[in-house]
């Protein structure tokens, strides 16, 4: 069992910057696959950032690209989201996701295992 919670959410103006963490339990940590993803009222969950062992391949969604980054310190337990340069349409509840390493891919929410309970990010216009 892994338990998840994330920090970091509040309001932001367009063009600035917000950091979230997300905490994890378990001393087994960095063996898992970590994910962000968000949901804003009435859409569905979206893809955000995805990483696996450090120094691995690391995915973004397309709408992120070039602005949000995600990090992970094994020796703390944590996985990070760097957000810059955000946007109105980045308002959402964004949660931090654990999954075994499969070979699915890294933008489908079905295959994460373990879920924080969210935080919310807001960003004025």
């Known amino acids: 069992q892994v338990q998840l919670v994330e920090s970091g959410g509040g309001l932001v103006q367009a063009g600035g910057s917000l950091g979230l963490s997300c905490a994890a339990s378990?001393?087994?940590?960095?063996?898992?696959?970590m994910g962000w993803f968000r949901q804003a009222p009435g859409k569905e969950r979206e893809f955000v950032a995805a990483?696996?062992?450090?120094?691995?391949?690391?995915f973004y969604g397309d709408s992120v690209k070039g602005r949000f980054t995600i990090s992970r310190d094994n020796t703390k337990n944590t996985v990070y989201l760097q957000m810059n340069i955000m946007r109105p349409e980045d308002t959402a509840v964004y949660y931090c996701?654990?999954?075994?390493?499969?070979?699915?891919?890294?933008?489908?929410?079905?295959?994460?295992?373990?879920w924080g309970q969210g935080t919310q990010v807001t960003v004025s216009s």
């Open positions: 996701a654990a999954r075994v390493p499969k070979a699915s891919t890294y933008y489908d929410a079905r295959t994460y295992d373990y």
């Open positions: 378990g001393r087994t940590f960095r063996q898992y696959d």
């Open positions: 990483m696996g062992e450090v120094g691995g391949p690391i």
